[in-house]
């Protein structure tokens, strides 16, 4: 379908008066204009395809800032995928500098929990609603596990590093 043919399809459904609105909600996820200008595109090529589903006129904006979130969380995710995919063909790190033995060291004071969410945060790359999947807790518990993790490491590196490298 051309982006013509789109455009009709969209007027003709009523998706058309949603796009000020959609794209408010994709800026207000997306770190750019252009980034939010896309997911919204998808958003409509998705809804273009299925818009014959929704029966309610009034449930038609709700279901698209639906479409718009999962493109938005698809869109997480390919991201995460990439960086994963991207730190596996990285060549062997070198050999551990003072700093690298003085964080491992701040690391390894910290309890198995806090050391674990900070590490699936922090070299893992997983957002905190992937870590409470992976441990059985909600995203605002992981979040603040991790701040209070990441006081506690502060404090303890602090304690180890030399005055000359704060």
Known sequence: MGAMEGNRVADDAGLARFVPELR???GRLT???DEADDLVQECLACAIQSVDRVRQAEVLGAWLHQILRRRWY???RRRTLERRMRSQDRPPAP???AGDEIVRRALE???PD???VLKMRFFESRTSVEIGNALGQSSGT???RIFHALRRFEAEFRKLC?????
């Open 109 to 111: 004071s910290l309890d």
């Open 24 to 26: 408010a909600a994709a």
């Open 114 to 116: 806090s050391r674990a």
């Open 95 to 97: 050999a551990e500098s």
């Open 142 to 144: 992981v979040r603040s």
């Open 162 to 166: 030399p005055e000359e490298k704060r």
């Open 31 to 33: 770190d750019s204009s």
């Open 74 to 76: 698809d869109l997480l």
